[in-house]
């Protein structure tokens, strides 16, 4: 199915059309509006309101990480891991799907570097404090007052054993763990969010035990073209960073032998082994 995005203009009319309320389900977000042909046409959108098309395929493509890509990421190390006692380290966790999910069957390190910091109420809303991250449950009503409180309620929800999840607040460029302790590492575009990606990859390198494995998933740079709705630029606004693939290959070379690389429509997929 072809959906379309539309221009400025397109999208004053689509918010002053009353009868789109019985299509909102048909609606999709994505920076901007994703509309159906069918529905196009029948709210009576002419080409001169579209700014171009996509394909339905692009809808994966909300700047949170999606929970899809995640079942996927975690299926594959199930697959390729038969260790049954690992340790699993993963980097910048915050909320995410990742930990949840391999704590089903791995012991996993969550670190983030906002883990200790306190949410806090903004004019109804809950933040974390000094970051952007919103929070989006009323916290008084779950007694959460720090960020990994907040993480360790949505691993629980999404049937994660919480039990089996470690937190560490600390920055990612100095690990506060033993050099080989860890038995995989996994970056779920986590190095989109770090500053200094390449000394956080030394680290990683000082705690994975020899012939130990790194799995990776990156943004492409396609999504520095995506549109914008408004002043929202999900880049900046989410403290993002477009990695170039050729760059970052040529870094952990010198640490790593790459022994997988997948190419998916808005990201890519990456497993390193330890050089010994």
């Not at 509006?33 to 959108?45: F, W």
């Not at 790459?258 to 998916?264: G, N, P, S, V």
């Amino acid at each position: 199915m072809k959906f379309f995005v539309l221009n400025n203009k397109g999208l004053e009319k689509l918010r002053r059309n009353l009868r789109l309320k019985k299509y909102k389900d048909y609606v999709y977000w994505i920076n901007g509006y994703a509309i159906p042909e069918n529905v196009l046409k029948e709210i009576g959108l002419s080409k001169k309101y579209i700014r171009y098309s996509i394909d339905e395929s692009f809808l994966v493509a909300e700047p949170d990480a999606n929970l899809e890509i995640a079942l996927n990421f975690c299926r594959k190390i199930f697959d390729h891991e038969n260790m049954k006692k690992m340790r699993v380290l993963d980097i910048a966790s915050g909320f995410g799907y990742v930990p949840a999910l391999l704590s089903k069957r791995y012991d996993v390190i969550a670190t983030d570097l906002n883990y200790l910091k306190r949410i806090k109420r903004i004019d109804g809303r809950f933040f974390v404090d000094n970051t952007n991250i919103e929070i989006f449950v009323n916290i008084d009503n779950y007694n959460l007052k720090y960020f990994y409180h907040f993480s360790r309620f949505v691993w629980k929800k999404l049937g994660g054993d919480v039990d089996r999840i470690f937190v560490i607040s600390c920055d990612v460029s100095k690990i506060p763990l033993k050099d080989s302790s860890i038995d995989i590492v996994t970056c779920f575009f986590s190095f989109n969010h770090i500053s200094n990606w390449k000394k956080c990859i030394d680290e990683i390198y000082r705690v994975l035990k020899h012939g130990g494995k790194v799995y990776v998933t990156l943004y492409k740079e396609i999504l520095e073209k995506f549109p914008i709705k408004g002043s929202y630029n999900w880049l900046r606004d989410l403290s993002l960073k477009i990695i170039d693939l050729n760059e970052f290959r040529n870094y952990v070379k010198k640490l790593f032998n790459e022994i997988l690389l997948e190419e998916h429509l808005l990201h890519y997929e990456i497993v390193l082994s330890k050089i010994n």
